[in-house]
């Protein structure tokens, strides 16, 4: 066993030296700066007290500096994982309660166990069952929801809601109790984040700053809009009249807390933790190949599930919350020139710091500036022009985004993404099932074949060559047999059909039955049936069955023998029939050699 495929610290941390730790550190400077508000935002938009959220984004990131891959990768609170958190334990225990904590508590640690064992049994294709329409339509639709929950903030009012619908009548029922302070604070972070945000960093290139200081001046913008509502807050004692601030946070290193282990309280939180543990890892796969892209470097997607559990694991033990790598501060800290996770280490030690001495200092931060902070991150992830995009190129996919956005919505995070993913794997089965299939004749001149209906090609009234463009399983079995005998119902004079498999990767107990069926009918029929271009693998399973023995026709190496040899312009040597194939050809004969140099290593 190589101990650095479970253990990456021990591919980097040898040669780790003075340079590099002046980047990492940088970095971390830079991404502790953007996590602190961040991290408050992100607990309260869960329902947790604000020092869980800068809890959370300590153990975890020193965890995932030796058991991830990605070099860039900042794990921590994330918004849309945090709303998940707050609509699976808002329905067990009231917010402010030890219960709600102790929920918390449990989820992070069921979705840590969850992402590990997937990792340790290597099932990160799991996550192959998100389609990018599904995540972008949940994303897109939980930005709005995230955005709509936090206006009861910047108003000042209370306001609740499970969905957007309940959020927005809550709102419209309480603009008469809109506290005028809070207002105009919420306002005015809201307008000067989202100038920052669209126009500070040309200002400031404009000004002679250098791009990449103007950048990071830019993301740290947060930062100035706390400081000074805190300020002015304080200063004018805002807090006295109805501005709601977040007050006393304790100060000290996150505690060490053992999760409950109420068999109830699980199962209650199942599906939220596993829906939470495959949102959280495929939004955080994708950020970290594209990031590690940029370096030509790769990751690990079954370590990541390691390296994210495990970070879960250690945020369950010290206070925290569920956890996942997170887009903006990620790519932040690859802009600031980390080079190793050790970056994500030194940002943790900068969070303990402040969480030791700077709580003080935020207790007349008001909940306004927190609550403008989440809305101008979240609405970035709104992607109405991905929505036109998959409407342009695919309705069946629109269909999924569609479902997903509206169930979001109008029901809730938990039934929207599973919404998203029922309808995708049925619109999957669906198109499968009625696999794409063109009966092809020879290009003029040359070997290729082509679809009949799509070019002129030259074609025989005796033999019909139909490609099939998918692999044959139990959900389309049945319609390739009804293709294969509508085709020779239409061409009387048909003697042979030949199914070129190209395509073709599987072949099914179900679909092999299929064939048995086909071939003893077009054999009633008078019409022999052969097989061309089947791949290795393929092969070698049919080469084991009674198919070969019963089936009438030959398998040919290529579509264009398949072509040549019934209309007796072959000579036959790159054919064989399946029997013979089981009987005594040898892996190194023509068909098999030629189709895959070696089958059985395919």
Known sequence: ??????????????????????????????????????????????????????????????????????????????????LMTAAAIGQIAPQGTPEYLGAALVLALMSGLMLTLMGVARLGFLANFLSHPVISGFITASGL??????????????????????????????LGQVNAPTLAIG???LAFLYAARRWLKSALVRLGVPGRPADMLTKAAPILAVAVTTLVTWRYGLDERGVAVV???????????????????????????????????????????????????????????????????????????????????SVVNFDAGAETPAAGAFTAVG????????????????????????????????????????????????????????????????????????????????????PHSAVVGLVPGSEHFRNVERHTVETDPRLAILRVDESLYFANARYLEDTVMALAARQPGLA???????????IDASALESLEAINARLKDSGVALHLAEVKGPVMDRLQHTEFCHEMTGKVF???????????????GSLSRRCAELQMGATLDSPIDDSTHPHPRMH
């Open 351 to 434: 969070i303990a710091v402040a969480a030791l001495l700077l709580t003080p200092l935020i207790a007349y931060l008001p909940i306004a500036t927190l609550a403008a902070t989440i809305i101008v991150a979240v609405l970035s992830l709104v992607d109405i022009p991905a929505i036109r995009r998959t409407w342009a190129y695919s309705r069946s996919d629109f269909a999924a985004m569609l479902a997903t956005i509206a169930v979001t919505l109008v029901v809730g995070v938990e039934s929207g993404i599973m919404a998203g993913v029922g309808l995708s794997l049925a619109l999957h089965l669906y198109r499968t099932s009625r």
């Open 1 to 82: 066993m190589n101990p650095k495929r479970y253990l990456p610290i021990l591919q980097w941390l040898p040669g780790y030296g003075r340079a590099t730790l002046g980047s990492d550190l940088l970095a971390a400077v830079i991404v502790t700066i953007m996590l602190i508000p961040q991290s408050l935002a992100y607990a309260m938009l869960a329902g947790l007290p604000p020092e869980v959220g800068l809890y959370a984004s300590i153990a975890p990131l020193v965890v995932y500096a030796v058991f991830g891959t990605s070099r860039t990768l900042s794990v921590g609170p994330v918004a849309v994982v945090s």
């Open 496 to 506: 042979h059909i030949v199914l070129a498999c190209q395509a073709v990767n599987v």
């Open 187 to 189: 306002l005015s972070v």
């Open 145 to 174: 929801i995230i955005a709509a929950s936090q206006l009861k903030h910047v108003l000042g009012v209370e306001a609740g809601g499970h969905n957007l619908l309940e959020l927005l009548l809550g709102l419209a029922g309480s």
């Open 247 to 329: 007050g006393a946070v304790p100060a000290g290193l996150p505690p060490l807390t053992l999760p409950g282990v109420d068999s109830g309280l699980w199962s209650q939180l199942f599906v939220a933790a596993l829906l939470i543990s495959i949102v959280g890892f495929v939004e955080s796969v994708s950020v970290g190949q594209t990031l590690a892209a940029k370096r030509r470097q790769r990751i690990d997607p079954d370590q990541e599930l390691v390296g994210l559990g495990t970070s879960n694991i250690a945020a369950s033990f010290t206070g925290g919350m569920p956890v996942t790598g997170g887009f903006a501060r």
């Open 557 to 571: 190496l290529s579509t264009f023998d398949a072509w040549q040899e019934p209309r007796g312009e072959s000579d």
